[in-house]
T-cell receptor
Framework: DAGITQSPRHKVTETGTPVTLRCHQTENHRYMYWYRQDPGHGLRLIHYSYGVKDTDKGEVSDGYSVSRSKTEDFLLTLESATSSQTSVYFC???????????????FGPGTRLTVL | AQSVAQPEDQVNVAEGNPLTVKCTYSVSGNPYLFWYVQYPNRGLQFLLKYITGDNLVKGSYGFEAEFNKSQTSFHLKKPSALVSDSALYFCAVNAPPGNMLTFGGGTRLMVKP
């Protein structure tokens, strides 16, 4: 499972409240990603990070921000949650093997977020 | 921009029969292609990938996939389906920079005894 944990695993919140999801990895991987999964859409990339304090936007970044102050933690924040952000959120990592970035990604267990 | 299409929302197959889950892609340059499987209430598990080389790639749990450049397809196959193969399957393509994956919408595989 590539040593990835996500917290919380489930959360119910109200519209307009801020929410922070945490992704923690234990294997010092440089690249980390946040995706959301919605029926019929597969997974869509929200933001990704290629190092401490180095982040960039993905396909569906509006309404989300991220931070990475240390290698092992990648935080996803919903500044003001909306019902459209009800989804399952997955964190992923890419491993570097023998000096080269491995193309496949490995995923955490997910966080189910419900915004009422 | 790259994209992935999985034309079937659901595939039904009887246990012991061969299965195929279809995937087509659109990407500029050489594609890196992947298959993932998701069991209920779980994260995605990596099955196999095509980067270069042989068009037929073998992966976990007896699955294989065939890369066809002329048809821009990367179909997932298994010679004999098991009930335990029932799950949601995702095809994905890798797009630089940042090693980002673009996913198809997913295909639910139902294997019946």
């Amino acid at each position: 499972d590539a040593g990835i944990t996500q917290s919380p695993r489930h959360k119910v919140t109200e519209t307009g409240t801020p929410v922070t999801l945490r992704c923690h990895q234990t294997e010092n991987h440089r690249y980390m990603y946040w995706y959301r999964q919605d029926p019929g859409h597969g997974l869509r990339l929200i933001h990704y990070s290629y190092g401490v304090k180095d982040t960039d936007k993905g396909e569906v970044s509006d309404g989300y921000s991220v931070s990475r102050s240390k290698t092992e933690d990648f935080l996803l924040t919903l500044e003001s949650a909306t019902s459209s952000q009800t989804s399952v959120y997955f964190c992923a990592i890419s491993a570097v093997r023998q000096g080269a970035l491995s193309h496949e990604q490995f995923f955490g267990p997910g966080t189910r977020l419900t915004v009422l | 921009a790259q994209s992935v299409a999985q034309p079937e929302d659901q595939v039904n197959v009887a246990e012991g029969n061969p299965l195929t889950v279809k995937c087509t892609y659109s990407v500029s340059g050489n594609p890196y292609l992947f298959w993932y499987v998701q069991y209920p209430n779980r994260g995605l598990q990596f099955l196999l990938k095509y980067i270069t080389g042989d068009n037929l790639v073998k992966g976990s749990y007896g699955f294989e996939a065939e890369f066809n450049k002329s048809q821009t397809s990367f179909h997932l196959k298994k010679p004999s389906a098991l009930v335990s193969d029932s799950a949601l399957y995702f095809c994905a393509v890798n797009a630089p920079p940042g090693n980002m994956l673009t996913f198809g919408g997913g295909t639910r595989l139902m294997v019946k005894p």
